[in-house]
Every structure is written in C-alpha cells, then in structure tokens.
C-alpha cells in the first residue's frame, strides 16, 4: 500500500480502497486550500460562461444545458430476468468495504451533528402513517417479544413499580389524568408537549390510591423535575403540592 503525503498539511494518509494510486491530498479541505490549483483552474474557466448565468430560482438538473437524463429513465421492464439475475450473482457474497470496521468517535460526532435537529417533513411523516397503515402484516411482525420470550430476558429482575406504573392500569390512569386537565401542565398552563402525570400523594407509599384520578395531576417534565428537586422523591405530599402550585 502506498503511503501518500498531503501537498498542503504533510499529513501521511493512505486510501485502502484504492492502494496503489498516488494522492496529492488528504481531504477535499486540504484541496481547496491549493492556491496554484486553483489559480490554474481559475485561468482554463476564463472566459467560459457559467450555465445558470442570469438564471434565478430554482433550476431542475435535466433543464441544464449539456445534460440528459440516464436513457432508461423511468422505463421499467427493460431487463430480463436473466440479466437481473447475472447481476445479483455477480454482486453476491461482496461486501461493502467498511463492514466490520467501528467508527472512530470523530466520525461518530460529525454524523451525530449532521442529524441533530433534522426532523421529516409533513409531507413525509404522511407518506409513512399511510404505508402503515395500508400494510398492517408489517407492524404486527414488528412487535418485539415480551418477558420470558423477548432475547434478554434476565429472569424478572424488574422493580416491581416499574412493572405497575408501566401496566394497563399504570397507562389508563395516565390517560385519565392527562384528559381531565386538559393535556395542559397545572404550573405554568402551557398546553401540550412533553407532560408527566404525577402522584400527589406518595406512589409507594399509599398503594390504595395508585389509580385513583384525584391523586394524580398535570405537569411538564421540567416542572416534574423541579418538584421533586426541592421536595425530594420520598414521602410527597397534598401540601407539598398546594405550596408548589401557589409559588408562581
């Protein structure tokens, strides 16, 4: 394998996937920053006008002068069923050229970042409700095993809290107390978003009132949070409660 050193930061880099050909740079960064590459660049394209000179918004790639769509764009059934299947021979047993390989935490921040805030569109959001909605056979195959089937099943070391306020009972509760208030957070009134009900009297403590709907109240997560950051999560009271919501 041949070791090349960038023309710009020195750096010694090699290319696994191509070996044995000679690179000037380490990066598209590092090529970018070639002055006398780009000096001689910049005289070959004197003269030449650019395509989208004087052209405003936005501009689909087959309307640029010079290009074509590929010939067989939008044909379907032009390959026979042995070509299909010569090429999937072909390809068979070849695998991508980073399986196996972990990604160092350098590239595992920039693909973090790059996702980061990144949400689907409405329009997207729809198609997918409705191609589940049209394929029901895929959710249900989807379902992941419960308790002893499911793969890391640890013989029920689960508190048995956890078990209750995540049961049927733990979920209806839930929904009631969320319905009765509005969806809307008791301290600060705001509607909607990440909401907590919670126990206005102790979960642990007072069993015969898990589910009872006038135990439970509305707040935000970051409510929920600060509740609990100044009266603890052990022993909560009705009182504790009344003094939170009147401190506006």
Same mark, same amino acid.
């Given at each position: 394998?041949?070791?090349?050193?960038?023309?710009?930061?020195?750096?010694?880099?090699?290319?696994?996937?191509?070996?044995?050909?000679?690179?000037?740079?380490?990066?598209?960064?590092?090529?970018?920053?070639?002055?006398?590459?780009?000096?001689?660049?910049?005289?070959?394209?004197?003269?030449?006008?650019?395509?989208?000179?004087?052209?405003?918004?936005?501009?689909?790639?087959?309307?640029?002068?010079?290009?074509?769509?590929?010939?067989?764009?939008?044909?379907?059934?032009?390959?026979?069923?042995?070509?299909? &299947?010569?090429?999937?021979?072909?390809?068979? $047993? !070849? *695998?991508?050229? %980073?399986?196996?390989?972990?990604? =160092?935490? #350098?590239?595992?921040?920039?693909?973090?970042?790059?996702?980061?805030?990144?949400?689907?569109?409405?329009?997207?959001?729809?198609?997918?409700?409705?191609?589940?909605?049209?394929?029901?056979?895929?959710?249900?195959?989807?379902?992941?095993?419960?308790? &002893?089937?499911?793969?890391?099943?640890?013989? $029920? !070391? *689960?508190?048995? %809290?956890?078990?209750?306020?995540? =049961?049927? #009972?733990?979920?209806?509760?839930?929904?009631?107390?969320?319905?009765?208030?509005?969806?809307?957070?008791?301290?600060?009134?705001?509607?909607?978003?990440?909401?907590?009900?919670?126990?206005?009297?102790?979960?642990?403590?007072?069993?015969?009132?898990?589910?009872?709907?006038?135990?439970?109240?509305?707040?935000?997560?970051?409510?929920?949070?600060?509740?609990?950051?100044?009266?603890?999560?052990?022993?909560?009271?009705?009182?504790?409660?009344?003094?939170?919501?009147?401190?506006?």
């Amino acid at each position: 394998m041949i070791i090349n050193i960038c023309k710009i930061c020195k750096k010694e880099f090699a290319r696994p996937t191509n070996p044995q050909r000679i690179y000037k740079y380490c990066s598209c960064a590092c090529m970018g920053k070639d002055m006398e590459k780009t000096k001689k660049h910049s005289l070959a394209m004197k003269g030449h006008k650019a395509w989208n000179k004087g052209v405003t918004g936005f501009q689909s790639w087959m309307n640029i002068s010079g290009f074509k769509p590929g010939w067989n764009k939008g044909l379907k059934g032009i390959y026979s069923k042995e070509t299909l &299947e010569s090429n999937r021979l072909k390809h068979l $047993g !070849i *695998s991508p050229p %980073n399986k196996g390989k972990k990604m =160092s935490e #350098e590239q595992r921040k920039k693909l973090s970042d790059i996702k980061t805030g990144t949400h689907h569109s409405e329009i997207t959001k729809k198609k997918i409700s409705n191609f589940f909605l049209t394929h029901p056979e895929i959710l249900k195959n989807r379902q992941v095993p419960k308790g &002893e089937k499911h793969h890391n099943w640890k013989g $029920g !070391i *689960s508190k048995i %809290n956890d078990v209750i306020r995540h =049961s049927i #009972e733990g979920n209806l509760w839930r929904n009631s107390v969320f319905a009765r208030d509005g969806y809307t957070c008791q301290k600060t009134g705001i509607k909607g978003g990440k909401l907590v009900a919670h126990h206005i009297q102790n979960f642990s403590s007072n069993t015969e009132l898990r589910f009872a709907i006038d135990n439970g109240i509305t707040l935000s997560e970051k409510s929920h949070k600060e509740f609990h950051h100044i009266y603890g999560k052990v022993r909560n009271t009705k009182e504790q409660m009344i003094t939170y919501l009147s401190n506006k």
